[in-house]
């Protein structure tokens, strides 16, 4: 039977703790280990912890004495995971019933496939929920070769972490998380994973994923638009420098990503613009053209300096006849 150790960094997430660790403890299919690794967090953590060690001889602790940070936490679970396969699981997110099972039965079917990832129902702090992805599978499951994989994810990420099941063996050939991409050090990992490796897909939700802060100012919107943006760009710059050799066509996969990495940068940079961060704005636009030079010669870039020409006064003003072009689907 094949064995799945699932690593759970836990900081200030005690309230999720359980039912994030009892998600796993109760798949079906695999053999299932667990390690919470309780990175110095000043709630309840180290309480909730011990009490799961205590009822299931599966679930081991481990606590830092000062906070590491996530990514050092990360690497520290893989070094200790010796399943056949891995999972990275944040404390405030959970598996659905037969996750495991599901990701397991593809790999164990399919030798080349590196990592498997699925749909995840995405829960907002209100309640609401949405599909992560909308691909649609023939049997319900997909793999992907390695350049398809890179091709579809682009300029961003397509894998919700919590269900990404990783093949023990290729993470450890691989290595662990860069240090130098705190925010996009997943989406870096899961390109470096498929240049050696397929990937699967399942359909059917594997995990449930909680997005917080939804409530934010549109100042530090503007702001996270620009920082999510240069880590992304870090993570493309990164991965094709280190592994675009090992991909057929790595060159036109590297023209492809950054073009449609710079074309979303001008699409943040209309956004800023027209809500008025002249500064993000025009950090996006400069930020754009160092990913892609070649974005000058898009049509973002055209509709982007026709904003900028007619300034901001005069653009907020012809708003709503904007909007209404929009409704009736006609292009600006």
């Keep these: 039977m094949s064995t799945v150790d699932v690593i759970v960094p836990c900081y200030r997430y005690g309230h999720y703790l359980k039912e ?10 695999p053999g299932v280990r667990v390690l919470i690794i309780d990175d110095f967090s000043p709630d309840n953590t180290t309480e909730v912890a011990a009490e799961l060690a205590r009822d299931d001889s599966r679930v081991t602790v481990f606590r830092h004495t000062s906070n590491q940070g996530h990514i050092a936490t990360y690497n520290e679970g893989i070094g200790w995971a010796s399943a056949d396969y891995l999972l990275l699981l944040s404390a405030d997110d959970y598996l659905l019933p037969g996750a495991l099972n599901r990701a ?7 030798p080349e496939v590196g990592f498997v990832f699925g749909n995840a129902i995405e829960l907002n702090e209100v309640g609401q929920q949405r599909l992560t992805n ?22 961003g990420n397509i894998v919700t972490t919590a269900t990404a099941v990783v093949r023990t063996r290729l993470q450890k050939q691989v290595g662990g998380y860069r240090v130098e991409l705190p925010h996009s050090g997943d989406m870096e990992m899961w390109l470096r994973l498929a240049a050696f490796a397929s990937v699967g897909y399942v359909e059917a939700p594997q995990a449930v994923y909680r997005r917080h802060n939804t409530n934010m100012s549109l100042g530090y919107m503007a702001e996270g638009f620009l920082h999510d943006m240069e880590q992304r760009k870090a993570a493309l710059d990164y991965f094709f420098l280190s592994c ?28 800023s613009f027209d809500r008025g961060n002249m500064n993000a704005s025009e950090q996006l636009r400069e930020l754009a053209v160092v990913a892609c030079p070649r974005v000058r010669r898009s049509m973002s870039w055209v509709k982007l300096g026709c904003r900028r020409a007619l300034g901001y006064d005069t653009w907020l003003s012809l708003a709503p006849v904007v909007n209404c072009v929009r409704r009736l689907g006609l292009p600006l």
């Design 20 to 29: 994030c660790v009892e998600s796993v403890l109760t798949q079906s299919g």
């Design 104 to 110: 397991v039965a593809l790999m164990d079917n399919q």
């Design 134 to 155: 909308d691909f649609k599978c023939e049997n319900d499951t997909w793999i992907f070769t390695g350049p398809e994989f890179v091709r579809r994810s682009s300029a």
């Design 244 to 271: 675009g050799n090992l991909l057929p066509d790595g060159n036109r996969l590297r023209r492809d990503a950054y073009w449609s990495m710079g074309r979303a940068m001008l699409g943040l940079a209309s956004l």
